[in-house]
Nanobody, 115 residues
Framework: EVQLVESGGGLVQPGGSLRLSCVASGFTFSLYGMSWVRQAPGKGVEWVSD???????HYTDSVKGRFTISRDNAKNTLYLQLNSLKPEDTAMYYC?????????RGQGTQVTVSS
């Protein structure tokens, strides 16, 4: 069974940083691209970033230069480094696996940016 467990969220002031982690199990992590998505209160799910099995990365425009996605295949772990955080980054953050026409997310980790 595929499991994704996110952690690392919290309350941070504008300009601060956080590092999110997502531990994956139940599939061969190194063979799949992975994504981070987020959902702000009252809004839809927004794709934030992805990293392919070969390490290629992509970012939505609003986080380019501030967020960095990475992966450690030996630890089956996906990361998202969040720097220069803004109040509009406040959301529940989920790691996501798309495989065989299905979408799997973890329970999410809350990021709140507020002074």
């Amino acid at each position: 069974e595929v499991q994704l467990v996110e952690s690392g969220g919290g309350l941070v002031q504008p300009g601060g940083s956080l590092r999110l982690s997502c531990v994956a199990s139940g599939f061969t992590f190194s063979l799949y691209g992975m994504s981070w998505v987020r959902q702000a209160p009252g809004k839809g799910v927004e794709w934030v970033s992805d990293i392919q099995y070969d390490g290629r990365t992509h970012y939505t425009d609003s986080v380019k230069g501030r967020f960095t996605i990475s992966r450690d295949n030996a630890k089956n772990t996906l990361y998202l480094q969040l720097n220069s955080l803004k109040p509009e980054d406040t959301a529940m953050y989920y790691c996501e696996l798309r495989r065989d026409g299905t979408v799997k997310r973890g329970q999410g980790t809350q990021v709140t940016v507020s002074s």
